[in-house]
């Protein structure tokens, strides 16, 4: 599979897709656990392999620390989807994305909110690093 922006962008389009569809079925207010397990099975239909929950190491310099710092989904092992049900996605959210983007050597991240009328409009910000800037285009 040749990892490009455009196959990273189509991909996003639609992890954002099933978000919309949980949050179409399910409306705003529930605990971010709900929506993690309904946002998992429609990635899932759509056919889509995600990990969820998974421990992310943490090294600094040669010393490797043992920490309970988790993720909450991983697309294709490409994209990490950070969920939330809350009154907005606020700046320390896009830096902990940004965080496990850098630690996990993955090029995108998506903040997905259920806690909004309309996930597109409100609801989500995508965020790219210097390993998306260095992918091909197309």
């Known amino acids: 599979m040749n ?3 455009k196959f990273l962008d189509e991909l996003t389009y639609k992890i954002i897709g099933c978000a919309i569809e949980v949050h179409k079925q399910l409306g705003p207010g529930l605990l971010e656990s709900v929506y993690e ?3 998992i099975h429609e990635l899932g239909l759509k056919g889509l392999h995600c990990q969820s ?3 992310i190491p943490i090294v600094y310099k040669d010393l490797r620390l043992e920490a309970e710092l988790r993720y909450d989904v991983l697309v294709e092992n490409l994209i990490i989807a950070e969920l939330k049900s809350m009154d907005g996605i606020l700046p320390i959210h896009e ?3 940004l965080t ?3 630690m ?3 090029p995108k991240g998506v903040i997905i909110n259920f806690n909004c009328t309309n996930i597109f409009k409100e ?3 995508t965020l790219v690093n ?3 800037a260095a992918l091909p285009k197309n």
């Open 37 to 39: 397990k309904c946002f």
């Open 100 to 102: 496990y983007l850098k």
């Open 123 to 125: 609801g989500q910000r």
């Open 104 to 106: 996990l050597n993955k």
């Open 3 to 5: 990892i490009t922006q």
């Open 53 to 55: 929950q998974q421990k």
């Open 95 to 97: 830096a902990v994305l």
């Open 130 to 132: 210097e390993l998306y």
